[in-house]
């Protein structure tokens, strides 16, 4: 057990609110040093991603032998689970302070995935350790889910896709058998695009999930959600997003509704979640955007 409180990391944002499927986030502001921690292990893989500084990190299982390597801002850890407990030491090797990104993918998810896209045994797709390397795409992704959770309502669909796209990448590149993952080359009809547009405007109120959306199209969630782009330009959830902020300005503008009322028929979570929602896309915010439209009515 570690007594001194300085070597304790300060955690900075966390999934487990959001309850997100198949994946979780954590960010710490780590220690400068740390002795003696020890992790229980798990079975999910994990990425680890230094957005901040640099460090020196040893692990070793119990009453095993040492192993060390340096990680530096922009540069990564990818891990297979491993039920094992190690013990942990580092020491950081920059004077800024050390911000660390863990992601931590479940064995169903990457399994499920793996089934969907690998032309060869599925069992076989196993992920292998890697260290001190880059990758644009995963930071890319890692770093939007750390600003997704900073919102007042992480949004499930966007963290449901952005799982989809981290396994599918790592299955991709980062396996014992490189290669075998295919690409499904069909599309959506516009039938199904009309299909889709339609359950989504009749269920904006709903929790929506890329399951629900892509049953409704026979598509496995990834196949749904890459599809859909490439035929509309845009992610399931920002399409979502964008639906649920036009059906609030047609409720502000043509109704008196509380603007509770107007959050939830829209599908925000909460009256400030619609007005962080309105900031962020109109820089105005709903009551502002409802008196600026009432005076321009009267004119």
Known sequence: MLEDTSMIPKLLVSSEEAAWEGMSLYAYHEPKKIEGWIDAGTLDSSLTLVTRGAVHLEAKPVNGAWKGLQLHQGEMLL????????ELRWQSLSSEPLHMLYI???????ASTAEELASCDPAGLTLVERSGFQDPLLTQIGLALWQELEQAAPAKLYAQTAAQMLAVHLLHNYTSLPGNIEEDAQGLSPRQLRHTRDFILAHLNQDLSLEMLAQQVGFSPYHFARLFRQATGESPHQFVLRQRIERAKWLLRETDMPLAHVALESGFATQSHLTQVFKRYLNLTPRTYRYDHSIRAHF
């Open 79 to 86: 891990r297979p689970g491993e039920p094992r407990p190690s």
């Open 104 to 110: 931590y993918l479940s064995p169903a998810l990457l």
